[in-house]
């Protein structure tokens, strides 16, 4: 069966795909990955084929005005949304006319939310589809939704958020979406009876993330599935430089400090606050410079600083005493998966989300926002996720918990038990287990 996966966004929002797409391989489908053309090489380089999406991640979180949009979040969720839509809208409609395009001579779509014609087309050109998912947005009692950055008291107001948050992001992409379904799918533009469609049906759903650090509610329905994070762990001829090895073996286990796709509007203001909490704090860090979170600064013999690429979080996380970072799906999975402490400074919508699952582990400290740091506050964070037994402890029991559930052979199964394929319940997983 050949199968295609729409998805866009950072680094860490694309890869679990694409560990998925290999899953489904090695199980002998035929899988195509189409995203954002910054993934090109990599997606080819992981054996799977490729088509080109429209946008451009990076460049977007280097525009000012994104940045700006960032850095001065109220914490209310309309304006929130209002603002962050100014930068989707413009180039929605390409997305959904080159999503259409390159489904064409599909089999089965597999879809992200932040690509919004995926169920669309599938019921258009009637072949199977599948929702995936990195952060929870099935209505539940359980937990309100991952963009609201409080917690609400009462679990009906919980199950409310969601559809809150739907009505208010149809407002806005709404108009654009009725036009394209008018235009090329030749459907009647009606969105409200669409998400409820989406809602009521039956349609497997697959979160990837681990359900030890969020367990499936009990109100979410048997086509809902939790699998476990997706890590891609290919094999490679990567090894670390002779300046990291020498670090890490001339002191004790370093913190990471990271922040991913999240960007600043002073990286300078905030790189000088962590070198000096670090310094306070008496511990050694290495500071990850990723997407423009933190600035290549001067740095004691106590801090080294890397990039991403040359220091792989599933090699380098294992080894650190503990990890700061901004909360991103991707970066929660590989800390959880390294069985180490951390604490969330968030930069967007759903990293407050995540950093507060962590702490409801015991796992880490709740999620610090930027505004409310200090050097001394953070210099105190630093030291007692370095040193605190208990803790340290409660974080190694999520790791295990989190490498024993093979997230994407188990996720593999689901889907092949969703599409009309002989199922399989033996799948080889790449890279052997998580």
């Known amino acids: 069966m050949h199968i295609t996966i729409l998805t866009i966004g950072s680094r860490g929002d694309v890869q679990p795909y694409v560990a998925l797409g290999m899953g489904l391989q090695a199980a002998g489908h035929q899988v195509c990955v189409a995203t954002e053309a910054d993934y ?45 839509m100014k930068f989707v809208i413009p180039g929605l409609r390409e997305l959904l006319d080159v999503s259409w395009q390159v489904c064409q001579n599909t089999e089965a779509i597999i879809c992200m939310p932040q690509v919004p014609s995926g169920y669309l087309i599938a019921k258009t050109l009637g072949i199977p589809f599948i929702s995936v998912w990195a952060t ?8 309100a939704h991952p963009y609201l950055t409080s917690e609400l008291p009462l679990g009906i107001l919980n199950r409310l958020s969601y559809a809150f948050v739907d009505l208010l992001c149809i407002q806005y992409w709404g108009p654009v979406l009725d036009q394209w379904q008018r235009e ?67 002191g004790t286990p370093p913190v990471y400090v990271g922040f991913g796709s999240a960007v600043w509007e002073d990286p300078q203001r905030i790189t000088e606050m962590i070198l000096a909490a670090v310094q306070q704090s008496g511990q050694r860090a290495i500071l990850d410079l990723c997407w423009g979170g ?25 080894q650190m005493a503990a990890a700061i970072h901004h ?5 929660i999975g590989a800390v ?19 950093g507060r699952q962590v702490a409801k582990r015991g796992a880490g400290l709740p999620p610090q926002p930027l505004k409310q740091l200090s050097v001394n506050k953070l210099a105190e964070q630093i030291r007692f996720l370095a040193t605190d037994s208990n803790l340290r402890q409660r974080a190694k029991t999520v790791g295990e918990s989190v490498r024993a559930e093979r997230g994407v ?13 002989e199922r399989s319940l033996k799948i080889p997983v790449p890279g052997g287990s998580p």
């Open 40 to 84: 090109e090489t990599f997606v080819t380089g992981c054996g799977l084929e490729y088509a080109r999406l429209p946008g451009n991640t990076r460049q977007k979180h280097n525009d000012s005005a994104w940045k700006h949009y960032l850095n001065h979040e109220t914490g209310n969720i309309i304006s929130s949304i209002r603002q962050g």
């Open 136 to 143: 929870p947005n099935t209505p539940t009692t359980a937990f």
């Open 184 to 250: 090329t799918l030749q459907r009647p533009p009606q969105p409200l009876k669409a998400l409820k469609e989406f809602y009521s049906q039956p349609i497997p759903t697959l979160y990837g993330y681990s359900p030890t650090l969020l367990p499936k509610p009990t109100d979410w329905g048997d086509n809902i599935h939790v699998p476990g994070f997706w890590f891609l762990d290919q094999q490679s001829d990567w090894q670390p430089s002779s300046q990291l090895t020498d670090f890490l073996a001339a």
């Open 294 to 318: 933190l600035t290549d600064a001067d740095l004691p013999d106590t801090i080294l600083k890397v990039e991403s690429k040359d220091a792989p979080h599933r090699w380098l996380l294992p």
């Open 327 to 331: 909360g991103g799906a991707g970066t």
């Open 336 to 354: 959880a998966r390294a069985g180490i402490p951390s604490m969330v400074i968030p930069s967007y919508y759903d990293h407050t989300f995540w």
């Open 409 to 421: 052979e188990r996720a593999v199964e689901i889907i092949l038990h969703h599409l009309p394929v």
